[in-house]
């Protein structure tokens, strides 16, 4: 079956900085990847959606990049603020039969001022 | 602004209950998912549906039931609730695969307790 994981369980960095968060898989490639955020105790909340023919995708401070060979996504968050610390999780859709998306676990990041 | 409702934030059921969690999605999405979430163990799919009427199970459906009779509504039902049936529950909907960049909308989540 199909593994997902995120880099860490937790990522600590300084206010300003990039944060940028590993999603790697194993077997076949999706169709497209997305990335999420979830507060606790809150559900999560789609930020990003990147299919396999594209490379990049930037929205705001947000880019994600989608490497097929290295089956991996990076998700990089530019400037970072306090405001960004949350879990952030990835998610892989398959287009064969009715699979719905698989998540990884998630990564806690914390930014510090 | 596109909404996915859930009936409870905080649920306290007694082992043997049967339980109902209510979910309702009002942007016409064809999809819909209820999720459970534990520490550690990330998000995991009870069931899902694509359409109405219909359902499909997830990764760990034992236990639990579901009904969609309307587009918009997504029930989970605990058959005979258990101790270990106790975690965060998450509903979310999503439209057809192809149709949008969008992913899936979750609601706010229920946090069931079964004593």
């Known amino acids: 079956s199909q593994k997902i994981e995120q880099n860490s369980e937790a990522l600590n960095i300084q206010e300003g900085k990039t944060a940028t968060l590993t999603c790697n898989y194993t077997n076949y490639s999706p169709a497209y990847l997305q990335w999420y955020r979830q507060d606790p105790g809150r559900g999560p909340v789609f930020l990003l959606l990147i299919r396999e023919n594209e490379k990049e995708k930037r929205k705001e401070r947000l880019k994600v990049t989608f490497d097929t060979t290295l089956k991996q996504s990076l998700f990089h968050i530019t400037a970072s603020q306090p405001a960004d610390s949350a879990t952030y999780l990835c998610a892989l859709y398959y287009l064969s039969g009715n699979t719905p998306l698989v998540f990884g676990k998630g990564t806690r990041l914390s930014v510090i001022a | 602004d596109v909404k996915v409702t859930q009936s409870s934030r905080y649920l306290v059921k007694r082992t043997g209950e049967k339980v109902f969690l209510e979910c309702v999605q009002d942007m016409d999405h064809e999809n819909m998912f209820w999720y459970r979430q534990d520490p550690g163990l990330g998000l995991r799919l009870i069931y899902f549906?694509?359409?109405?009427?219909?359902?499909e199970k997830g990764d760990i459906p034992e236990g639990y039931s579901v009904s969609r009779e309307k587009k918009e509504r997504f029930s989970l039902i605990l058959e005979s609730a258990s101790t270990n049936q106790t975690s965060m529950y998450l509903c979310?909907?999503?439209?057809?695969?192809?149709?949008?960049?969008?992913?899936?909308?979750f609601g706010p989540g229920t946090r069931l307790t079964v004593l």
């Open positions: 549906s694509y359409d109405v009427k219909m359902k």
């Open positions: 979310a909907s999503s439209s057809l695969v192809g149709r949008s960049n969008d992913g899936q909308f």
